[in-house]
């Protein structure tokens, strides 16, 4: 009877391991979503803030927080930390989670390009770098 439970437990862990990685994201996937993201945002080295604020360092910044960038009083005034769990309800609707924000894209449908996004986001300091 042992070896039939050890070949369930195996099995479950198998089966939970894809999603355990997914709930990281990956950031290649993230970094290919990304385009989207680009055609008003810039990340890396030497980004400037363009139709949106650049991102560099955005994970764990404060909303409305780039220095050069004219934000909409929503935004500044939200009150929000762009941490993953915020940072992902805004990337799924952001004007549900920001009303007013000037951001006029309509969101990520999948969890996964979320997550991923997410995930290639992280890689980059203050600075533009990957850290």
Known sequence: MK??????WSA???AAAPSAAHADGDPAAGELKYKVCRVCHQIGEGA???????LNGVVGRKAGSVPGYNYSDANKHSGLTWDEAT???YLRAP???VPGTKMAFPGLEKDADVANVIAYLKQFGPDGKKL
Do not use: E, S, T, Y
Request: glycine fraction near 4%.
């Open 95 to 97: 004007r549900a989670v």
């Open 12 to 14: 479950l862990a198998l």
């Open 48 to 54: 400037k803030n363009f139709v949106g604020p650049m």
């Open 87 to 89: 940072l992902a309800n």
């Open 3 to 8: 070896p039939v439970h050890w070949i369930a």
